[in-house]
């Protein structure tokens, strides 16, 4: 049976002095094809721990097989250092640095830099 997860919301980490940051990422001005684009190829990567659903381009949400490990809520990490986000299991460190992999090389990213948009590097 699968629980719905809290927001598993597509973000940008940038540097701010010394320092990677989450930037808000109403800033990303995502489209909801870039957002869906971006979620095929992030589901083979996730699906071990759900199903990644969009409901609006800067609202994603994964029905979880299992109860996941606790994130600092993006509100909250908001313009913060970026390891406040970081959880202590294992699998989801995986999984997690994959799905950086996976959007530092995605053709939607790759777009977006010639237009001189932020990337989306990481949920």
């Known amino acids: 049976m699968l629980a719905i997860a809290p927001e598993v919301d597509p973000i940008h980490l940038g540097f701010q002095e010394r320092s990677i940051v989450v930037q808000n990422p109403a800033l990303l001005q995502l489209s909801m094809d870039e957002a869906r684009d ?11 721990f759900g199903e990644l659903s969009i409901d609006d381009p800067l609202r994603w949400h994964m029905r979880l097989r299992q109860p996941a490990p606790e994130f600092t809520p993006l509100d909250a990490a908001l313009s913060a250092r970026a390891t406040l ?8 460190q ?24 932020s990337a989306v590097n990481s949920v």
Do not use: F, Y
């Open 85 to 92: 986000g970081l959880c202590t299991d294992k699998a989801w």
């Open 38 to 48: 971006i979620a095929v190829s992030l589901a083979p990567t996730l699906d071990a």
């Open 94 to 117: 995986i999984a997690l640095n994959e799905v950086q992999m996976i959007l530092h090389r995605h053709p939607v990213n790759d777009h977006r830099a010639k237009l001189g948009l």
